[in-house]
C-alpha cells in the first residue's frame, strides 16, 4: 500500500477528504440524535433524564478509546510515509490486541461499579435502573464501539477516508432503523407504520414489518441494543477490510515485537487520551460557571453549543485527516508538504470560522429562535453570540495546532500545552468571574480563553514547524 497522501495537490486532497468525511460527522451526531429521539418518545421524564446520566461515562470511555486510537493512527502514518508497510502492519496488529484488552476491562469495571458511578452522578431509584439497564448493554458492546472507532481512524490513516465515512453512514443507519424497533417491538412498529402509510402501500409494508413481529419491547434498554448491533455490523465489515487491505493480521506476534509496538503506540496513545479528556472537563467548568447565574443562564449557554457546533462541522471535517496527512509527509521527510500543509490548514480555520463568526453576530438573534422560544433563553443566546464565535477560529487554529505538533512526533507538548488552556487560562478567568459575580464575565472569560489558548498552541507550533529541516528529505518518497 501506498502513502497516499504524501502524492497529489495538497489543498485539492485535503478539501476532498474534508467533503468525504463530512458525512462521517454527520453520522456520528447521528447515533446520540437518534437515540435521544427515539426514547423521547417512550414518554415520562425519566427515560430521557437516564440518557443524561449515560452521556459522561459514554463520552469518557469514547475519549479514552479515540486517544487510543490517535495513538495507533499517528505510528500507523509515520510508518507509511517511510514505506514500512510491515511496522504499519504490526502497529494495527498490536493495536488491536491492546484495544482488545482496554475493552474487556472497561466492561467489566463498568458493570461492577454501574451502582456506585451513577450513584454518584446523583441517578436514583427508578432511573438508576434505567441507566443500568441501557449502561449493561453498552458495557457489553465496549469492544465493537472501541473497534468502530479504531478501524474508522486506520482508513482515515492509511488514506482511505470514502471507505470511512460509508461504513459511519451504515452503522447510523441501521441504529436508525433497529432503535424504533428495539425500544417499542416489532408490533407497536407495525402499527405505527400502517397508520402513516398510504393505504395502497399495506400490502408492502405488512409483510416486511411482520418480520419483525417476534421483537418485544425492551424501552431505554433497546437503544443500546440497536447502538450495538449497529456497531458490531461496523466492527466486523471493518476489521475485513483492514485485513484485506494487508493492515491488519490474524496471527499472536512475537512478544517483543508486541512490546515494542505497543510501547510506541503509548507514546503517542496515552498523551492524546489525556488531551482527549480535557474537552469534557472544560465543558463540566463551563457549566459550574454559567451554574452560579442560574437555570436560564445553564439553558441559554447549552442551546447555544447546539448552535456553535454547527459552525464547527465543516472545519472538524477537514481536521479529520490532517493528523495522518502531516504524519505521513513528516514520515516520508517531505517537510515542504507538511509546512504547506499547515499553512493551508490554519487559513481554512481562520477564514471559515470567522466567516460563522460575523454571521451569528449579524444575525444571530433571527436563527436562535429556532432553537428555544423562552425570551429570557433567547437574550442570554444573544449574548454569547455576540461575544464568544470571534474565538472560535483560534479553538479550531489550537486543535489543528496540535496535530501538527503531534503527527510531527510531540505529543507530550500538544498535551501541555491543552492543560495550560485549561488549568492555566480557562479555570482562572471562571473564578475571577465568580469573585466579581459579572454575568457576562462568563462569555469574556471563554473568549479570552480561546484567544489566548489558540495564540499560545499556533506559536509553538509554529516553532516546530520553523525548525524542520528546509529541505525534504533524500529518501523522501516522490
Given at each position: 500500500m501506498k502513502a497516499e497522501y504524501t502524492q497529489g495537490n495538497i489543498a485539492q486532497k485535503l478539501l476532498m477528504t474534508a467533503v468525504a468525511m463530512l458525512a462521517s460527522t454527520l453520522a456520528m451526531s447521528g447515533y446520540n440524535m437518534a437515540d435521544t429521539f427515539f426514547v423521547g418518545q417512550?414518554?415520562?421524564?425519566?427515560?430521557?433524564?437516564?440518557?443524561?446520566?449515560?452521556?459522561?461515562?459514554?463520552?469518557?470511555?469514547?475519549?479514552?478509546?479515540?486517544?487510543?486510537?490517535?495513538?495507533?493512527?499517528?505510528?500507523?502514518?509515520?510508518a507509511l510515509g517511510r514505506g514500512d508497510m510491515d511496522e504499519a502492519s504490526r502497529i494495527v496488529t498490536t493495536g488491536m490486541q491492546i484495544l482488545l484488552i482496554i475493552s474487556i476491562a472497561l466492561?467489566?469495571?463498568?458493570?461492577?461499579s454501574a451502582d456506585f458511578i451513577f450513584g454518584l452522578m446523583g441517578a436514583k431509584g427508578n432511573t438508576l435502573v434505567l441507566v443500568k439497564s441501557y449502561?449493561?448493554?453498552?458495557?457489553?458492546?465496549?469492544?465493537?464501539?472501541?473497534?468502530?472507532?479504531?478501524?474508522?481512524?486506520?482508513?482515515?490513516?492509511?488514506?482511505?477516508?470514502?471507505?470511512s465515512s460509508f461504513m459511519n453512514m451504515l452503522g447510523m443507519i441501521i441504529n436508525v432503523m433497529l432503535d424504533p424497533l428495539m425500544i417499542f417491538g416489532g408490533e407497536t412498529c407495525l402499527k405505527h407504520t400502517l397508520a402513516h402509510t398510504p393505504e395502497a402501500l399495506h400490502c408492502i409494508v405488512r409483510p416486511v414489518m411482520s418480520l419483525f413481529l417476534f421483537l418485544e419491547?425492551?424501552?431505554?434498554?433497546?437503544?443500546?441494543?440497536?447502538?450495538?448491533?449497529?456497531?458490531?455490523?461496523?466492527?466486523?465489515?471493518?476489521?475485513?477490510?483492514?485485513?484485506?487491505?494487508?493492515?491488519?493480521?490474524?496471527?499472536?506476534?512475537?512478544?517483543?515485537?508486541?512490546?515494542?509496538?505497543?510501547?510506541?503506540?503509548?507514546?503517542?496513545?496515552?498523551?492524546?487520551?489525556?488531551?482527549?479528556?480535557?474537552?469534557?472537563?472544560?465543558?463540566?467548568?463551563?457549566?459550574?460557571?454559567?451554574?452560579?447565574?442560574?437555570?436560564?443562564?445553564?439553558?441559554?449557554?447549552?442551546?447555544?453549543?447546539?448552535?456553535?457546533?454547527?459552525?464547527?462541522?465543516l472545519p472538524m471535517?477537514?481536521?479529520?485527516?490532517?493528523?495522518?496527512?502531516?504524519?505521513?509527509?513528516?514520515?516520508?521527510?517531505?517537510?515542504?508538504?507538511?509546512?504547506?500543509?499547515?499553512?493551508?490548514?490554519?487559513?481554512f480555520a481562520f477564514i471559515t470560522l470567522n466567516t460563522a463568526a460575523l454571521i451569528l453576530f449579524f444575525w444571530g438573534k433571527h436563527i436562535i429562535v429556532y432553537f428555544t422560544p423562552e425570551p429570557a433563553v433567547q437574550e442570554v443566546m444573544v449574548h454569547y453570540m455576540r461575544i464568544v464565535p470571534f474565538g472560535f477560529a483560534l479553538i479550531e487554529i489550537m486543535r489543528f495546532s496540535g496535530f501538527a505538533l503531534v503527527g510531527c512526533g510531540y505529543p507530550i507538548r500538544d498535551t501541555i500545552l491543552k492543560c495550560i488552556r485549561v488549568c492555566g487560562i480557562m479555570i482562572p478567568m471562571y473564578f475571577l468571574t465568580q469573585y466579581f459575580h459579572w454575568y457576562e464575565g462568563i462569555f469574556y472569560s471563554r473568549l479570552t480563553t480561546d484567544l489566548l489558548g489558540g495564540a499560545i498552541c499556533f506559536a509553538v507550533a509554529c516553532a516546530m514547524i520553523h525548525k524542520l529541516p528546509k529541505q525534504d528529505g533524500v529518501d523522501a518518497v516522490r
Open positions: 417512550i414518554g415520562g421524564e425519566e427515560p430521557l433524564a437516564a440518557m443524561g446520566y449515560t452521556f459522561p461515562v459514554v463520552m469518557l470511555i469514547c475519549c479514552i478509546f479515540h486517544g487510543f486510537g490517535g495513538g495507533c493512527m499517528t505510528t500507523m502514518a509515520q466492561a467489566t469495571i463498568g458493570i461492577l449502561m449493561n448493554v453498552w458495557f457489553m458492546g465496549c469492544l465493537t464501539c472501541s473497534l468502530a472507532l479504531e478501524c474508522n481512524k486506520i482508513l482515515i490513516a492509511a488514506g482511505k477516508p470514502r471507505i419491547p425492551n424501552g431505554i434498554r433497546g437503544a443500546a441494543i440497536a447502538t450495538v448491533i449497529s456497531q458490531c455490523v461496523s466492527a466486523v465489515s471493518l476489521v475485513f477490510i483492514l485485513y484485506h487491505l494487508r493492515l491488519l493480521r490474524f496471527q499472536k506476534l512475537p512478544w517483543d515485537t508486541f512490546f515494542k509496538m505497543g510501547r510506541l503506540i503509548m507514546t503517542y496513545g496515552i498523551p492524546a487520551m489525556l488531551s482527549m479528556l480535557l474537552f469534557p472537563i472544560g465543558n463540566s467548568i463551563t457549566t459550574w460557571a454559567t451554574s452560579h447565574f442560574g437555570d436560564v443562564a445553564v439553558a441559554g449557554v447549552a442551546a447555544a453549543n447546539r448552535l456553535e457546533n454547527i459552525a464547527f462541522v471535517s477537514f481536521g479529520i485527516p490532517l493528523m495522518p496527512f502531516i504524519a505521513q509527509n513528516y514520515g516520508a521527510k517531505l517537510y515542504s508538504r507538511v509546512r504547506f500543509c499547515f499553512k493551508f490548514a490554519v487559513s
